[in-house]
């Protein structure tokens, strides 16, 4: 599965990976657009934030199954399909699914790699790593355990 790995230790908070993201995705400089956060924490410290490509509740909660995992094991949203109910958003543990008022669908990361080819510290990398049938398919394993709990 291809994700973007975050080394927190690594960032000084240049913002270059911000701007560059919403600048590629929504062809402005604007931070609320970004695919990825760049979060203060105070005493020079930083939290990255972007899917990490393995939760996918997002996944299992759309309710128009717009969002999918490609080959890749990278986790896509369908605009087509999207209905912007933003169940998804809401079910983001990490709040990596995003939305823009006035936008019709969020957004997330992809792990494009745009991001990584700016970051003077390479706080920031497009790595692999092996991905469990279960996190695979998350929409089928949380259909079935609905099938089986309407069942008892």
Known sequence: MKYLKLHDDKCVGCMNCVATCSRM??????PAKSRIQVLGLGAGKFHLVACDQECRKCVAECPTQA?????????MINKGLCVGCLACVA???IEAMRFFPGDSTPFKCIACGSCV??????????????????????????????KQEASK
Request: proline share 8%.
């Open 67 to 75: 969002i999918t995992v490609n080959s890749q094991g990278v986790v």
């Open 25 to 30: 995705y929504f062809k402005e400089e604007n």
């Open 91 to 93: 079910v983001c543990p």
């Open 117 to 146: 080819k700016t970051c003077p510290k390479e706080a920031l990398e497009i790595a692999e790593k092996e991905d469990s049938p279960a996190s695979r398919f998350p929409f089928e394993v949380a259909e079935a355990a609905r």
